[in-house]
């Protein structure tokens, strides 16, 4: 099985930055070749796709962060960052690191979440 762990989350200012940090362990297999992505959910609100990478390093964003958040991966360490600038008051949620791939049997695998606030 594999294992997802987040950290790094806590109260930020509005325009202040965040780093967010993913580590997987594990039955890890070939972890340069799967998909890493941050999700974030809001009070309220569904759960959302917020960047993704994939193995080939490929990066997509959610439009209301691009510009602003830079998701990273580091295949040495099995790890995946999610740095967050002039973060806003509407970034506030819980994180999600979710990962799929060979080591996964290519079902999705999440972590526990990790919130974020921020204030005004």
């Known amino acids: 099985q594999v294992h997802l762990v987040e950290s790094g989350g806590g109260l930020a200012q509005a325009g202040g930055s965040l780093r967010l940090s993913c580590t997987a362990s594990?039955?890890?297999?070939?972890?340069?070749?799967?998909?890493l992505c941050w999700y974030r959910q809001a009070a309220g609100k569904q759960r959302e796709l917020v960047a993704s990478?994939?193995?080939?390093?490929?990066?997509s964003y959610a439009d209301s962060v691009k510009g602003r958040f830079t998701i990273a991966r580091d295949n040495a360490r099995n790890m995946v960052d999610l740095r967050m600038a002039s973060l806003k008051p509407e970034d506030t949620a819980v994180y999600y690191c979710?990962?799929?791939?060979?080591?996964?049997?290519?079902?999705?695998?999440w972590g526990q979440g990790t919130l974020v606030t921020v204030s005004s």
């Open positions: 594990g039955s890890i297999f070939k972890f340069n070749t799967m998909l």
């Open positions: 979710y990962t799929e791939g060979l080591s996964t049997g290519y079902l999705g695998v």
């Open positions: 990478i994939t193995g080939g390093g490929s990066t």
